[in-house]
């Protein structure tokens, strides 16, 4: 199973006319990669489901809510998809985006709530030796190359220690790791088997970071029996 040829040229379309009436006329071209998109992106949950138990995939719409937003276009101008991992005991989410010279997935932890951020820090406040081992691992390293560090605070969160040995990673305010594709990768016959190949890639990781967010600093369980 692949990528549609049409989908990339469609969405570079729409990002020269990103207006209602446009997209009104070439709405039926839409549904059309919608059913295709629907059938690659759950091709893509059985195959997570060999390795990691997937609770549910959400297929983002292609219409924007601009209702707090000063821009104002009505849609997207990519193609996503999230997996969500089920049961409580497993944290982290997997994401993929497709999109003209910006397609790339994404799996970790983005935005998290502000107990999971301070718990996470202090995690690494106390060891960062595992997951620096977890982020050094060379196959790890070469597909990701660390946590995205575009959203971090200045100097240090409030409480910790500015010159701390894990201040770098504990100055992220997101716990993600990406990795970027090219039109021709995505549009190749073996890119559903690529991006398998990564998201299984973060299961240390996602095993690592699920204990530390499901037990306290001293390792005992926050889950209910």
């Known amino acids: 199973m692949r990528i549609t040829e049409t989908l990339l040229p469609l969405l570079s379309e729409l990002k020269e006319n990103n207006n209602r009436e446009w997209f009104a006329e070439n ?28 609770e549910k995939v959400k297929i983002f719409r292609i219409y924007r809510d601009v209702r707090f937003s000063k821009d104002k276009q ?3 101008t990519n193609r996503s998809a999230n997996w969500i991992r089920a049961a409580a005991q497993r944290r982290g989410s997997y994401y993929l985006q497709l999109e003209p010279k910006n397609s790339f997935l994404a799996c970790g932890f983005f935005q998290p709530n502000a107990a999971d951020l301070l718990r996470i820090r202090k995690e690494f406040e106390m060891d960062d030796s595992e997951i620096r081992q977890i982020l050094e691992q060379p196959a790890f390293k ?11 605070v200045k100097t240090a969160p409030r409480g910790f220690e500015v010159d701390h040995k894990a201040i770098d990673l504990i100055k992220n305010k997101n716990f ?8 021709q990768e995505i549009l190749s016959d073996h890119f559903i088997e690529k991006v398998v190949y990564y998201f299984e890639l973060v299961q240390p ?21």
């Open 176 to 183: 993600f790791v990406a990795h970027y594709f090219t039109d």
């Open 142 to 152: 070469k597909a990701f190359d660390g946590f995205d560090t575009s959203d971090q």
């Open 74 to 76: 009505p849609y997207k």
């Open 205 to 225: 990781f996602f095993n690592y970071m699920s204990e530390v967010l499901t037990t306290d600093l001293n390792g005992v369980s926050l889950l209910k029996d």
């Open 27 to 54: 709405k039926h071209r839409f549904q059309t990669e919608d059913k295709a998109l629907k059938l690659f992106f759950n091709e893509i949950t059985n195959k997570l489901n060999t390795f990691d138990e997937i």
